[in-house]
Protein backbone atom coordinates (compact mmCIF):
# COMPACT_ATOMS: atom_id res chain seq x y z
CA UNK A 1 0.00 0.00 0.00
CA UNK A 2 1.63 3.43 -1.02
CA UNK A 3 0.01 6.54 0.98
CA UNK A 4 -0.22 9.70 -0.15
CA UNK A 5 -1.06 12.72 2.34
CA UNK A 6 -1.99 16.03 1.59
CA UNK A 7 -3.89 19.09 2.53
CA UNK A 8 -1.15 20.83 5.11
CA UNK A 9 -0.78 24.80 4.81
CA UNK A 10 -0.47 27.64 7.10
CA UNK A 11 -3.50 28.47 9.22
CA UNK A 12 -4.11 31.35 12.14
CA UNK A 13 -5.03 29.99 15.45
CA UNK A 14 -8.45 29.37 15.64
CA UNK A 15 -8.75 28.03 11.98
CA UNK A 16 -9.26 25.06 10.09
CA UNK A 17 -7.44 22.28 7.65
CA UNK A 18 -8.58 19.26 6.08
CA UNK A 19 -6.01 16.38 5.24
CA UNK A 20 -6.75 14.11 2.97
CA UNK A 21 -4.89 10.46 2.44
CA UNK A 22 -5.26 8.87 -0.83
CA UNK A 23 -3.56 5.20 -1.06
CA UNK A 24 -3.41 2.71 -3.66
CA UNK A 25 -4.24 -0.80 -3.73
CA UNK A 26 -7.64 -2.64 -3.59
CA UNK A 27 -6.59 -3.88 -0.37
CA UNK A 28 -7.34 -0.42 0.96
CA UNK A 29 -10.45 -1.48 3.20
CA UNK A 30 -8.16 -4.46 4.78
CA UNK A 31 -6.09 -1.83 7.41
CA UNK A 32 -7.16 0.48 9.53
CA UNK A 33 -5.97 4.18 9.00
CA UNK A 34 -4.35 6.47 11.30
CA UNK A 35 -2.65 9.71 11.70
CA UNK A 36 0.47 10.94 13.51
CA UNK A 37 2.13 13.89 13.81
CA UNK A 38 5.90 15.48 14.52
CA UNK A 39 7.00 18.34 15.86
CA UNK A 40 10.31 19.64 15.50
CA UNK A 41 12.69 17.93 18.55
CA UNK A 42 10.24 15.76 19.04
CA UNK A 43 9.07 12.29 18.94
CA UNK A 44 6.52 11.31 16.54
CA UNK A 45 3.27 10.71 18.06
CA UNK A 46 -0.18 9.35 17.87
CA UNK A 47 -3.00 11.65 16.58
CA UNK A 48 -6.37 9.89 15.75
CA UNK A 49 -7.29 6.06 13.87
CA UNK A 50 -10.58 4.82 12.31
CA UNK A 51 -11.31 1.02 11.97
CA UNK A 52 -11.67 -0.80 8.70
CA UNK A 53 -15.00 0.34 8.12
CA UNK A 54 -15.06 3.65 10.28
CA UNK A 55 -17.47 2.57 12.86
CA UNK A 56 -14.75 2.70 15.16
CA UNK A 57 -12.70 6.02 15.82
CA UNK A 58 -9.88 6.59 18.69
CA UNK A 59 -8.02 9.86 19.03
CA UNK A 60 -5.46 11.60 21.56
CA UNK A 61 -6.72 13.32 24.24
CA UNK A 62 -4.76 16.78 23.04
CA UNK A 63 -7.20 16.63 19.85
CA UNK A 64 -10.28 15.13 21.26
CA UNK A 65 -13.25 17.60 20.68
CA UNK A 66 -11.17 19.25 18.01
CA UNK A 67 -10.10 17.01 14.99
CA UNK A 68 -12.64 14.33 13.55
CA UNK A 69 -11.34 11.07 11.29
CA UNK A 70 -12.91 9.86 8.56
CA UNK A 71 -12.63 7.27 5.65
CA UNK A 72 -14.24 6.67 2.74
CA UNK A 73 -13.21 3.27 1.02
CA UNK A 74 -14.37 3.78 -2.31
CA UNK A 75 -12.39 6.42 -2.95
CA UNK A 76 -9.33 4.56 -0.89
CA UNK A 77 -8.77 7.79 1.14
CA UNK A 78 -8.95 8.82 4.70
CA UNK A 79 -9.13 12.39 6.03
CA UNK A 80 -7.84 14.21 8.93
CA UNK A 81 -10.71 17.49 9.59
CA UNK A 82 -8.56 19.65 12.01
CA UNK A 83 -10.53 22.33 13.84
CA UNK A 84 -9.62 25.30 16.60
CA UNK A 85 -5.91 24.68 15.68
CA UNK A 86 -3.58 25.78 18.27
CA UNK A 87 0.25 26.50 17.51
CA UNK A 88 1.17 23.45 19.53
CA UNK A 89 -0.78 21.55 16.62
CA UNK A 90 2.12 22.56 14.27
CA UNK A 91 4.21 19.96 13.03
CA UNK A 92 4.76 17.27 10.28
CA UNK A 93 1.73 15.26 9.76
CA UNK A 94 1.75 11.51 8.23
CA UNK A 95 -0.58 8.90 7.17
CA UNK A 96 -0.43 5.35 8.38
CA UNK A 97 -1.98 1.70 7.68
CA UNK A 98 -2.07 -1.28 9.62
CA UNK A 99 -3.71 -2.17 12.99
CA UNK A 100 -6.38 -4.19 13.41
CA UNK A 101 -8.25 -1.90 15.34
CA UNK A 102 -8.70 1.92 15.47
CA UNK A 103 -7.36 1.43 19.16
CA UNK A 104 -4.26 -0.58 18.15
CA UNK A 105 -2.84 1.87 16.00
CA UNK A 106 -2.28 3.89 18.77
CA UNK A 107 1.02 1.79 18.93
CA UNK A 108 3.45 2.57 15.87
CA UNK A 109 4.32 -0.97 16.08
CA UNK A 110 0.59 -1.82 14.61
CA UNK A 111 2.11 0.24 12.09
CA UNK A 112 2.54 -1.34 8.31
CA UNK A 113 2.95 1.45 6.06
CA UNK A 114 3.50 4.96 6.63
CA UNK A 115 2.81 7.77 3.95
CA UNK A 116 5.23 11.17 3.29
CA UNK A 117 4.30 13.84 5.68
CA UNK A 118 2.67 17.24 5.28
CA UNK A 119 3.36 20.08 6.79
CA UNK A 120 0.89 21.86 9.24
CA UNK A 121 1.60 25.43 10.35
CA UNK A 122 -0.31 27.36 12.70
CA UNK A 123 0.23 30.62 13.75
CA UNK A 124 -0.72 32.85 16.75
Known amino acids: VQLQASGGGLVQAGGSLRLSCAASGRTFSSYAMGWFRQAPGKEREFVAA????????YYADSVKGRFTISRDNAKNTVYLQMNSLKPEDTAVYYC??????????????????WGQGTQVTVSS
Open 50 to 57: ISRRGGST
Open 96 to 113: AAGGSTAQAMGDMRAIDY
